[in-house]
């Protein structure tokens, strides 16, 4: 499968997420005190495991950090959710696999019972 990548709702220009479950953070200008800027250069980011067993990512946006689950931002980038499902199922039950084919939206219910 080809990799797709996508901006990041609510993080354009700073953040994309593939259709594998990687997360890059994009090539930027960043500001600090006394007037310095810093580029950021583009890269790859690592992971960071929840207590749960779910992979997320911290993303940062005006000095706001965030954390997010890795398969809730793949489910809302590239999967189509017409009934408005509020999970995200790993099809297989690999909290680490994170690949759009082993995605799809369930109820809680239907989670529950997977």
Do not use: A
Request: one cysteine or more.
């Amino acid at each position: 499968m080809k990799e797709i990548w996508k901006d990041i709702k609510d993080y354009e220009g700073l953040y994309k997420i593939s259709n594998k479950g990687r997360v890059k953070s994009l090539r930027r200008k960043v500001n600090f005190s006394f007037n310095r800027t810093r580029i950021i250069k583009e890269k790859i980011l690592i992971p960071s495991t929840h207590y749960k067993g779910y992979l997320y990512i911290r993303l940062c946006k005006n000095g706001k950090v965030k954390s997010i689950k890795i398969h809730r931002l793949v489910g809302l980038m590239f999967i189509k959710n017409p009934e408005n499902k509020l999970q995200i199922n790993h099809k297989d039950c690999n909290k680490l696999n994170n690949n759009v084919d082993n995605l799809e939206w369930n109820t809680n219910s239907e989670n529950q019972k997977h």
